[in-house]
């Protein structure tokens, strides 16, 4: 059964850091956190982590930047 809420809200640095206690928080989990598969498949962040395992903390849910070039940013910064 698939939950609404993505299973890596709790522990993204996005909400427990960056934005935490932001004017910003409550939209964006509204929609990609909360949003279920549809909101996962917007989110830069879950996008990247699915692919490679893990995200850069910067990276916001609404990146410009395309998975491939975070990957790729990723892969020269020695992240992975």
């Known amino acids: 059964m698939e939950t609404a809420i993505?299973?890596?809200?709790?522990?993204?640095?996005?909400?427990?850091?960056?934005?935490?206690?932001?004017?910003?928080?409550?939209?964006?989990?509204?929609?990609?956190?909360?949003?279920?598969?549809?909101?996962r498949e917007k989110c830069m962040r879950y996008k990247v982590a699915t692919?490679?395992?893990?995200?850069?903390?910067?990276?916001?849910?609404?990146s410009t930047k395309s998975m491939e070039e975070i990957i790729s940013d990723m892969r020269a910064a020695g992240e992975i």
């Open 6 to 39: 993505c299973p890596n809200t709790p522990k993204c640095p996005i909400f427990n850091g960056i934005l935490e206690g932001t004017q910003y928080t409550s939209t964006y989990k509204r929609l990609y956190c909360e949003a279920g598969k549809a909101g």
């Open 51 to 62: 692919a490679v395992g893990k995200c850069p903390p910067k990276v916001l849910p609404n």
